[in-house]
Structures are given as structure tokens and as C-alpha cells.
């Protein structure tokens, strides 16, 4: 197993300056088997645990969470680059996602009463059982929380397999439900290659799985979910539309993409990757957009007056990179940046390609990193024809001040999102999913609390009712 360990190496390397800071051993088969069964040992008591009680033990890790929001921030700085107020942001975020399911699992797993004209039936939502949660480095808090909060509410026991370039993270959130009083065996970490998960599919112990990644891992893992008749929900990013329309407030419209393309150095699957802009107010927008470009301050994700972080590796870097140059040789016109930043550290200048046609491939291709991808379009009817002309469906934008007018825009957008002068954003009350090449399934919200439970149905009647 030591081999297996040097050729998969689980460790933080610091995207600002390319330093190794730790590494970790990769979990043998007997290692990774013993979690399992520890999970599916301990499911039968967590399930039986009273909701109001499991309520109790999130509201802990929220607190946890809020009391160290700067260490671990700094933390999620440290492995994959985000800005320091972007990371700690992104820990508060997730102590409200626990706090909310504290606050309302109890009534969202209540018994569902059904109507029926003769005895009395009603739904009972009950726990699969062991879960296996896949997840990326893009957030490394928020990631985890929002696959656990609902399904350790819902009486599951979890597993999770993080992303190899944020062991820290994923470590650390273990030891927070730890302390804060979960029994072991109900939320475990698992430093394990990618080439482990059919194996830990097909294990009958687990029984579901979910994925946030990208489309070949999702397509490989709901292969295998589909083998094992086992449930699945998958988010697999996207290339989100952000459309402004000609009556929009241009300057608002401009900061929301520039600061929502920027965001975790372009490493959002929500984040406005391809900006329509009707062909009125196009050329102002674009050359307020520029100007925004040129003032960023690049550097140390630690300095409160940095404004685009590194990317999370040297590959990330390279792989936007060449996106970027398969685009321009395919046709599309770089108007900005384009370039890593000759510096230490994995930098990339903020970019700007247009004149983008269906037969380059960045017009259907998401890219990870701060590249803004800019449409001029005549009208309306054209701008949701391009927001459509896309295998994803994740999320998108409208701009307009017309606010009956946006959602009517909205509701022809094929994404499971739309933000009204807003990017896509977070809140735990609102429903995270897409469709299309994007996924299946939703995280947050009350609907993510059925995507893993049974909802069995109880029938009440006599030995004589006709059915």
C-alpha cells in the first residue's frame, strides 16, 4: 500500500507561493473497510436518534464553526489559494446551512398526512443508511456541509471522499462533528484515490451516493450508482449565462459580473462565465468591464486588498491556459490577459475572449479560472438562444430594470437557477441544482432533505375496505 500512497498523494500544496506544506498516507482496503462498517454499525443507533437531538449536535458545529471562522478560513486559504474574506465568509455560510436544518429538519421530516376516502394514510421519511459523499476543492467547507447537514438531520451516516488538495479541510471537519459531540462513525473522512469509488459504490453497505465534480466523474459515477441500483444526485458545473438587457443599470450590471467572475478566482460553477450584453449598451459595458479589469490588485490571498486569489494548483492554471489558447486558435479574439502572471504562485491575468462562434470550443466548454467570454447579441429573443445554446443548465443571470420583463427571460432559460440582478448565489433556504449536462438532484432548501430518505407510505384500513 505504500506504493499506492507516492503515486496518489493526498497533500496541501500553497497555490500562492507552489509550496508543499503536508502530505497524507492513502487508507489501505482493510482501513477503508473498517470504515464502513464502523458507518453501517452505527447507523442503526443514529437513526433511532430522537431529530431533536441531531438538531442539537449541528447547532454545536455551527458554533464551532462561527468561534474558529478565522483559523478556518485561513485554513481553506492555505490549501486551494480563495481570498481570506472569501473563505471566511464561506465558513459562516456553512454554520447558517447547519443552523437552518437545526432549526427546521424536525418539521420538514414530520409525518406527511395523505387524503384518502377511506382509512388514513400518511408518508414516513425515513434514513437510507450509509452515504458516500464525493466532493470537490473549490469550496472546502461549503462543499461538505451542504451534502451532511440534511443527511445526518435525515438519520444517515456519511463518508466522504475530498478532494486530495485539501486534506486539511476535510480532516478538520471530522474532528469538528467529533467535538461536537456526533458519534463516531456517523461522519468519517476518507484520504482515498478517485480510482477507489466504483469499488465503494458497488459496496452493498453504501447505498447512495452523491457527487459535485465534473461531468466525466459524474457521468462515471452514476454508471456505477445505475450497476448498483443505488440513488445518485450529481452537480457538475456549468457555464452560467449573464444577461443584460438594453434597459439594464449598466454600471450595476458590470460590478456584478467583474466581481461574480473573480469570485474564488474564477472557480465557481455558478460564477457568470458567459456575459450577453444586447447590442445597444454592449460597447459601453465592455469598456467599463476593461476598466475594472485593469484596476484588480493581484496577490496574496491573505491581503484584505487583493482582489483576484491564485488558482487552486499549477494544473488548474495550465488547464485554463490552454483553454484559453484552443479558443483563440479556433477563431475567438483575446481582448485581455490570456497569460499566467510571471510570479510565484499559480496566477493567471484576468481574461477576456469574444467573437466566440458554435464551432470554438469555449462556446460550449466550461472554464474554470477568471475568463470572461463576451457575447454582443441584437435583442432578446437572440440573448436566451445563446444562454440555451449550452449542454449545461446550471445557473444564470438577468439584468434588466424591467423587473416583469427579467422573468419572463428567466422563466426561458433551461437552468436550474435564475438570478434577477443578482449572480447566482448561495442561501440555505433556496435550492442549489441543475439540468441538463449539469446534473441531477438539489442541495439546500427543504427539498434537499427527501433526495435521501424513504419515503415510505402507511396505509391505515380495514380487512373490509374495497382497497
Known amino acids: ?32 473497510d473498517d470504515k464502513i462498517e464502523l458507518a453501517d454499525y452505527t447507523f442503526r443507533t443514529w437513526k433511532k436518534t430522537p431529530k431533536a437531538q441531531r438538531a442539537q449536535l449541528l447547532k454545536k458545529v455551527a458554533g464551532i464553526m462561527r468561534s474558529r471562522k478565522e483559523e478556518l478560513g485561513k485554513l481553506a486559504t492555505l490549501e486551494m489559494g480563495k481570498l481570506l474574506k472569501e473563505s471566511i465568509g464561506e465558513v459562516e455560510l456553512c454554520a447558517s446551512i447547519f443552523e437552518y436544518y437545526a432549526a427546521h429538519s424536525e418539521e420538514f421530516l414530520a409525518d406527511q398526512p395523505l387524503e384518502t376516502p377511506i382509512g388514513s394514510a400518511f408518508l414516513s421519511y425515513e434514513p437510507l443508511g450509509v452515504l458516500l459523499s464525493i466532493q470537490p476543492w473549490n469550496f472546502p467547507f461549503y462543499q461538505i456541509t451542504r451534502s451532511t447537514a440534511t443527511n445526518l438531520m435525515a438519520g444517515n451516516t456519511m463518508l466522504l471522499k475530498h478532494a486530495s488538495n485539501v486534506p486539511q479541510c476535510a480532516q478538520v471537519m471530522e474532528d469538528i462533528f467529533l467535538e461536537a459531540g456526533f458519534p463516531l462513525g456517523v461522519y468519517q473522512n476518507l484520504f482515498i ?12 453497505r453504501i447505498k447512495a451516493v452523491t457527487l459535485t465534480g465534473s461531468e466525466p466523474a459524474g457521468s462515471a459515477i452514476a454508471a456505477a450508482a445505475g450497476k448498483y441500483v443505488k440513488k445518485s444526485t450529481l452537480e457538475l458545473g456549468g457555464s452560467d449565462a449573464f444577461i443584460v438587457l438594453n434597459d439594464a443599470n449598466i454600471d450595476d450590471a458590470v460590478k456584478a459580473a467583474v466581481e461574480g467572475r473573480i469570485w474564488n478566482a474564477g472557480q465557481v460553477c455558478v460564477s457568470p462565465k458567459r456575459i450577453i450584453v444586447e447590442e445597444g449598451i454592449a460597447d459601453e459595458f465592455l469598456e467599463k468591464v476593461k476598466a475594472k479589469f485593469a484596476t484588480l490588485k493581484i496577490g496574496d490571498p491573505l491581503d484584505a486588498q487583493t482582489d483576484l486569489a491564485p488558482l487552486s494548483s499549477e494544473k488548474a492554471v495550465a488547464d485554463v491556459i490552454r483553454q484559453v489558447e484552443k479558443a483563440v486558435a479556433g477563431g475567438a479574439r483575446l481582448l ?45 429573443k437572440e440573448a436566451i438562444l445563446l444562454a440555451n445554446a449550452t449542454t449545461f443548465g446550471l445557473g444564470g443571470s438577468v439584468f434588466s430594470s424591467n423587473q416583469e420583463r427579467a422573468v419572463n427571460v428567466a422563466r426561458q432559460m433551461d437552468t436550474g437557477m435564475v438570478y434577477i ?36 407510505l402507511i396505509r391505515v384500513t380495514t380487512a373490509q375496505d374495497p382497497y
Request: proline share 6%; net charge negative; glycine share 8%.
Open 336 to 380: 485581455a490577459g490570456g497569460h499566467r502572471i510571471d510570479r510565484p504562485g499559480a496566477f493567471m491575468e484576468p481574461t477576456i475572449l469574444t467573437d466566440i462562434y458554435p464551432d470554438n470550443s469555449a462556446y460550449q466548454e466550461e472554464i474554470f479560472g477568471p475568463v470572461f467570454m463576451f457575447y454582443k447579441v441584437k435583442n432578446e
Open 421 to 456: 440582478n443578482h449572480v447566482t448565489g448561495i442561501a440555505p433556504e433556496l435550492p442549489f441544482g441543475g439540468t441538463k449536462n449539469s446534473g441531477y438532484g438539489r442541495e439546500q432548501s427543504q427539498a434537499a432533505i427527501y433526495e435521501f430518505v424513504n419515503a415510505k
Open 193 to 204: 484515490p478517485g480510482s477507489k469509488m466504483e469499488s465503494l459504490v458497488a459496496d452493498e
Open 1 to 32: 500500500m505504500e506504493t499506492i500512497s507516492k503515486i496518489s498523494a493526498v497533500k496541501t500544496v500553497n497555490p500562492f507561493n507552489n509550496e508543499l506544506v503536508k502530505e497524507f498516507d492513502v487508507l489501505t482496503d482493510e482501513q477503508i
